[in-house]
């Protein structure tokens, strides 16, 4: 309503309201001629029921409702062709509604598109991508600096501590060694035993054969 108002004073018409006001006379015409068709419809009824009444008593009268019924059938079906053509006028008005709005949404979403960019460029973003990944690098290294023992102050040699851990080896084994010499040299128990086991059987053996000596003796 607005823009129409003020269309009248610019003297420019509004696009969209232009269409919007174009549907809207299109469907009133529409409705009118549906009206018309209906009222058609019931004129033909009706000139139908007189032809049939008047076929035998009076021709004259049936043949003139027959063209009376002639002739409206012929306004019915071109009213039937401009409602459809009509219709066709609205539906495409409809469309290229729509495809305006669509178009006018899209068109609000480029714009933002390139307020959100600003002043974005392809080769300030590869040089802002550049930069974090140099302090990314930086702040790696630093972290592997800080976290290496070999940077805690002492100067150490590779050699030097290989050297060492060698002569620590070589103790430790020669302290083993000397260890394994001085291990006290005894009968295990059990060994003992097996001795004092084998001798007392031999000292048994003695006995019986002396036994037997002197019972061969007294025979």
Known sequence: MMASFMSYFTGRRDPKQSA???????????MMIEKKEEHLQRQIAQDVATAKANAVSNKTAATAALRRKKMHEGDLEKLAGTRLQLEVQVNTLESANINANTLDVMRKGA??????????????VDATMNAINEQREIANEISDMISNPMNSGVDLD????????????????NERLMGAD??????????????????????????????????????
């Open 158 to 173: 590779e050699d030097d501590l290989k050297a060492e851990l060698a002569d620590l080896e070589q103790e430790s084994l």
């Open 20 to 30: 919007r006001d174009a549907i809207v006379s299109l469907r009133e015409q529409l």
């Open 182 to 219: 001085r291990v006290p040299a005894h009968t295990p128990a059990s060994l003992n035993r097996v001795e004092t086991r084998h001798n007392t059987a031999e000292e048994d053996e003695d006995a019986e054969l002396k036994e037997l000596q002197a019972a061969l003796a007294m025979s």
């Open 111 to 124: 714009n933002a598109l390139k307020d959100i960019h600003g002043g974005l460029t392809i080769d300030k």
